[in-house]
């Protein structure tokens, strides 16, 4: 284990990303796969573990729907956990706390019992991402933080496309708790290659009380209203009002909090008042939203609309993920060169190009344009979070990394919930308009999706022209 800190990492970083930064980010990146991924794998077998436990959809659901509370709720501590134990020491702890839910999953007996094991999943799961980015952050300081960046963000883009292919496979030669077990071994290998070639990063010198009370508003504010918003699709008309008026009561109350408390807040909501801090969690939140929730999208599309197998669909996807991988390699050899404004506004550009196909479902588009389709996407997605990252990253010292990391992070996941939330209301509106239609109620779904994009772009014209500069 090396005994240099991130500190003496940083002072003097070189131009060039060498081999062992990056075997960290590689390293480092394994947490934010499985955590990802996880949620694509096991939707797969949904159907399988309703059959299991002779549960009903409605009940089985909550596999899904606990599992991404859990991590909405998680991200907000992750700054806090970071600054007070270090990011190393985090990072490894929240790998621990998923294998623990993986294994329970393994073993549960029972539908309930499945559910509150992937709870202890998704907190763990929920750490992950944001301690991960700061980490690397810390570690390649300024200078490289874009190029290095640019290489992890990609995993996120891919985990949706990988998701259905992994479990699909999975359950055709095993039983369904290898859905859960296949964690195990990446995860124990990625907490030894941390111990062994990760940079210990020291706790933050100010030592600052956790934040209970906006703990107490922020996380379960987040997940009464993305819970509010899920039970809008399922028709449940008195749960869901109660849970989106709740919710949005308790984050008034942490914005509220946040604004007049003393102390450091969970996160601090001035943060998004500083540019470009403010427009880069715009762009990051609506984009979340059009891009994950277009993730629910398609693959519902692909299996209810023209019958395919998960598999199968999960191979039609694979275009949008060789299209991230493309984008990753142009990112990564311009994102020091070229404005991040360009960049993002670029990507945002070609998403909205590959997705107007998809307002044509009614007329059945062919397979070969939407590979193409579904390829520029893949591109603008590259080139969208890993400018956007490395501009507030390189604005930010080195203490305020996490928190900045975890609100960010928090911001993306917060987008892809609510996007995927109310573009289920919408679809399921109007499957109910056009009847036994199906093409065209997702076609007029995705006039949502270029919606949302559009509000995006309007976010990403704040962001600077020029490189990083300055401190936020």
């Given at each position: 284990m090396s005994d240099k800190t991130a500190d003496d990492t940083a002072e003097a970083p070189p131009a060039r990303v060498d081999a062992g930064l990056l075997r960290i980010a590689f390293i480092l990146v394994l947490g934010t796969f499985m955590a990802t991924i996880d949620a694509t794998i096991v939707?797969?077998?949904?159907?399988?573990?309703?059959?299991?436990?002779?549960?009903?959809?409605?009940?089985?659901?909550?596999?899904?729907?606990?599992?991404?509370?859990?991590?909405?709720?998680?991200?907000?501590?992750?700054?806090?956990?970071?600054?007070?134990?270090?990011?190393?020491?985090?990072?490894?702890?929240?790998?621990?706390?998923?294998?623990?839910?993986?294994?329970?999953?393994?073993?549960?007996?029972?539908?309930?019992?499945?559910?509150?094991?992937?709870v202890i999943q998704g907190l763990g799961a929920g750490l992950l991402p944001a301690t991960g980015q700061a980490l690397l952050a810390r570690i390649a300081g300024p200078g490289r933080t874009g190029r290095v960046i640019s290489v992890v963000a990609v995993v996120p883009l891919l985990s949706p496309v990988l998701g259905p292919l992994v479990g699909g496979s999975i359950l055709g030669v095993a039983p369904w708790p290898w859905l859960?077990?296949?964690?195990?071994?990446?995860?124990?290998?990625?907490?030894?290659?941390?111990?062994?070639?990760v940079p210990d990063v020291p706790p933050s010198a100010e030592r600052t009380a956790f934040d209970l009370r906006g703990a107490a508003l922020l996380s379960p504010g987040l997940a009464v209203l993305v819970y509010g918003l899920t039970e809008v699709s399922h028709g449940s008309a008195l749960p869901a009002a109660v849970g989106i008026v709740a919710g949005v009561v308790m984050l008034a109350g942490f914005t509220v909090h946040g604004l007049r408390t003393r102390g450091t807040p969970l996160v601090d909501p001035r943060l998004f008042t500083r540019p470009p801090f403010g427009a880069a969690a715009l762009a990051l939140l609506v984009l979340g939203a059009s891009v994950f929730g277009t993730m629910f999208l398609l693959p519902l599309y692909f299996q209810t609309g023209r019958g395919l197998s998960a598999f199968e669909a999960g191979l039609l996807l694979?275009?949008?993920?060789?299209?991230?991988?493309?984008?990753?390699?142009?990112?990564?050899?311009?994102?020091?060169?070229?404005?991040?404004?360009?960049?993002?506004?670029?990507?945002?550009?070609?998403?909205?190009?590959?997705?107007?196909?998809?307002?044509?479902?009614?007329?059945?588009?062919?397979?070969?344009?939407?590979a193409v389709a579904l390829a520029v996407r893949g591109v603008g997605m590259a080139m969208i979070g890993a400018p956007v990252m490395n501009i507030v990253y390189s604005r930010i010292g080195p203490a305020q990394l996490p928190r900045a990391s975890g609100a960010l992070n928090l911001l993306n996941t917060v987008g892809g919930s609510l996007g995927t939330a109310l573009l289920a209301v919408v679809l399921q509106s109007r499957l109910t308009a056009h009847g036994q239609d199906v093409p065209q109620a997702f076609a007029d779904t995705?006039?949502?999706?270029?919606?949302?994009?559009?509000?995006?772009?309007?976010?990403?014209?704040?962001?600077p022209r020029t490189g990083p500069k300055g401190r936020l």
């Open positions: 939707s797969v077998g949904i159907d399988t573990l309703a059959t299991e436990f002779t549960a009903s959809v409605t009940q089985i659901q909550w596999v899904s729907t606990a599992y991404l509370l859990a991590v909405v709720g998680a991200v907000p501590a992750s700054g806090w956990l970071a600054g007070r134990f270090g990011g190393r020491r985090t990072w490894i702890a929240a790998i621990g706390v998923f294998l623990l839910g993986s294994a329970l999953c393994a073993l549960a007996w029972s539908a309930p019992s499945l559910i509150v094991f992937r859960f077990l296949v964690n195990l071994p990446i995860g124990a290998a990625a907490i030894l290659l941390a111990r062994r070639h694979a275009p949008q993920g060789l299209g991230a991988a493309a984008g990753s390699v142009l990112v990564n050899r311009t994102i020091d060169k070229a404005a991040p404004r360009t960049l993002v506004v670029t990507g945002i550009g070609l998403i909205l190009l590959g997705t107007l196909p998809f307002t044509q479902l009614g007329h059945e588009p062919p397979d070969a344009v939407i995705f006039w949502w999706v270029l919606g949302l994009c559009l509000l995006a772009a309007a976010g990403a014209t704040r962001l």
